[in-house]
């Protein structure tokens, strides 16, 4: 049926269902662009490289091999050590960042605290920098013969320099303050607008019941903001998973460097990823079973901090 | 009771101070930096130098920063543009047009925030060989339209929209794409400026992707330039402190002009 031009058919007054079919496919018209590029560069990828995960590829030579990459990445010393690596940074970075985020996030919502906005900017700032930069930043400052070093001895606090760079242990250390550094003033802002929707009043009554103010920090502001907390834990989850432009950046030479930070100490599956790809000899199969690797840890650490949480959204 | 709160504002001062020095004191080592001589950047020179004509002298003699610096801004720009156009009418057409399967679809689309980047990194590599758009500007922006966490940005703030504003412009006639854009969008300006600010942050400061998708030299992009730099045999950190300011103030200055946006605009999205 062909409409009057002169009467749009919003104009018609419709049977309400077929009104409610005509809107159900606005809904999608507007929802297709995304769900398209979304279809074409994330689901397509995704289940090609399931695929992919069961070829091994040297090269051009490719041969079927099931489930055999999938053994492989249980025995291979190398992805072992980018896991190790990452739960590493996962279990001591997060937490500690998070925490730092809230404590400040809290400071800063006293209403009668002076110079908030000065703080709030300054402290958020980092979260501006591009990682490559910020991690260049950092390698500089930590270098052996870099300020750092130089400061902490014109202090006497240590003898000798710290092998920031150049020993396993202080490479992790390094690239765990670097990243707190990064993304603690990130994390804090959205700690921040969370706090502004916690009525004041709740405090207030807390104030004349004699709680004190570590007593509201447990048992308002940490329960009132459950669901920020889950969010940022879980975006702070993804980001540490996949960890790359720091590790690479951070490590000698940077791309052409032969291991990532001194011992592989700060290889990651991501950069283990796109070695596999880009470095050695191209084996996009058994680069695509490590990618699956990293989906299955997030969404099993999703699923545990969801429970952690109690909370069903 | 006001001793303890007195001594606890002194801490908390002292505590959010520390925190701010922290902060802000990279940057302004990487401004001082840019004045100093390489051997001075690592020894931790603290006061401004003489060398900053040398430095930029070397960064613009020796790489095309110019081209870079606009390879960056025309990914950036065309970036944020199409990911808030089409983002925000996704997720417009899931908060407004709320049906069952629709809200499976968002569950679905929600899920793929979980996928990383990096377990894209092959695939999308092969595509766009496939796709003859290696190397090419446009698959590096097109991979990156539509991004699942500003659809779910857009979406919590839309949901604090009246409803019973677009059913009054319903009933006064109004179609329902003119609602969309003569409305709804001019009414949720902070949240398309934060959007904005956040899209521009990720796409300016990527590194993967360009990495990967943009292996000609022509076509990179700061992050990109910053880390070849650095990754010299003999690298000049006094111009390589020089790209880091160049690739890092534009985002400063683009944070300060729009900083109580961002704030207005993630406190919208957070609320619920």
């Known amino acids: 049926m062909l409409h009057n031009p002169a009467t749009p058919p919003a104009k018609t007054r419709p049977p309400f269902a077929s009104f409610e079919k005509s809107q159900n496919r606005y809904g999608w018209f507007f929802a297709s662009f995304a769900l398209l590029l979304l279809g074409l560069f994330m689901l397509y990828p995704i289940i090609s490289s399931l695929y992919m995960s069961t070829i091994s590829s040297r090269g051009v030579i490719q041969t079927f091999v099931g489930f055999g990459n999938y053994l492989k990445l249980l025995n291979d010393p190398v992805f072992l050590q980018a896991l190790q690596n990452t739960f590493i940074f996962f279990l001591i970075q997060v937490p500690i960042m998070l925490l730092l985020a809230l404590v400040i996030a809290s400071l800063l919502n006293d209403k009668s605290l002076r110079f908030r906005g000065v703080f709030r900017t300054g402290i958020f700032l980092p979260a501006v920098t591009s990682l490559v930069a910020y ?13 750092i070093n130089h400061g902490l001895m014109a202090l006497h606090l240590i003898a000798a320099p710290i092998p920031w760079l150049t020993e396993p242990f202080w490479a992790r250390i390094t690239v765990m303050i670097a990243m707190t550094w990064r993304w603690t003033g990130y994390n804090m802002i959205f700690y921040l607008s969370g706090l502004q929707n916690i009525p004041d009043d709740l405090y207030e009554s807390a104030e004349i019941d004699g709680a004190g103010r570590l007593q509201q920090f447990r048992h308002i502001t940490v329960p009132m903001l459950k669901p920020i907390l889950l969010f940022t834990a879980i975006m702070s989850t993804i980001g540490t998973l996949q960890l790359f432009d720091e590790p690479m950046n951070f490590s000698a030479m940077g791309v052409s460097a032969a291991t990532i930070g001194p011992g592989n100490s700060l290889l990651t599956m991501s950069v283990y990823i796109y070695n596999l790809c880009f470095k050695f000899m191209p084996n996009f199969g058994y680069a695509s079973t490590v990618a699956y690797a990293i989906v299955f840890l997030v969404a099993v650490f999703s699923v545990i901090q969801f429970r952690l949480a109690g909370d069903k959204k | 009771m006001k001793r303890r709160n007195l001594l ?21 080592w990487m401004i001082v930096g840019m004045t100093n001589a390489a051997i001075e950047v690592i020894q931790g020179k603290m006061t401004f130098g003489r060398h900053l004509a040398q430095n930029l002298t070397i960064l613009f003699g020796q790489f095309d920063v110019v081209r870079i610096f606009f390879n960056s801004s025309k990914i950036a720009i065309l970036t944020v543009i199409g990911q808030l156009i089409v983002s925000s009418m996704a997720a417009y057409g899931f908060e407004f047009y709320v049906t069952k399967s629709r809200e499976k679809v968002y569950g679905l689309v929600m899920l793929s925030m979980m996928v990383p980047l990096a377990a894209l990194m092959v695939p999308l590599f092969r595509m766009m060989v496939k796709f003859g758009l290696l190397n090419t500007h446009a698959g590096l922006i097109l991979i990156s339209l ?21 059913q009054a412009a319903r009933v006064d006639g109004a179609g329902e794409f003119r609602i969309f854009c003569s409305i709804v969008a001019p009414a949720m300006k902070a949240t398309y400026a934060a959007a904005a600010i956040y899209a521009f942050m990720t796409s300016w400061n990527a590194y993967m992707m360009p990495l990967i998708l943009l292996q000609t030299n022509q076509q990179k992009t700061l992050p990109l330039l910053v880390s070849t730099m650095a990754s010299a045999y003999f690298p000049e950190y006094g111009a390589v402190m020089a790209a880091i300011v160049l690739s890092t103030l534009p985002m400063i200055l683009i944070f300060f002009g729009l900083q109580n946006y961002f704030v207005q605009g993630i406190t919208g999205s957070v609320k619920q």
């Open chain 1, 135 to 147: 991690s260049l930043l950092f390698k500089m400052m930590f270098s052996a013969d870099g300020f």
């Open chain 2, 146 to 166: 539509a991004s699942v966490f500003i659809i779910f940005f857009f979406r919590q703030s839309f949901k604090t929209f009246p409803k019973e504003i677009i």
């Open chain 2, 8 to 28: 606890f504002k002194i801490c908390a001062y002292a505590f959010l101070s520390i925190a701010f020095v922290a902060s802000v004191f990279p940057f302004y």
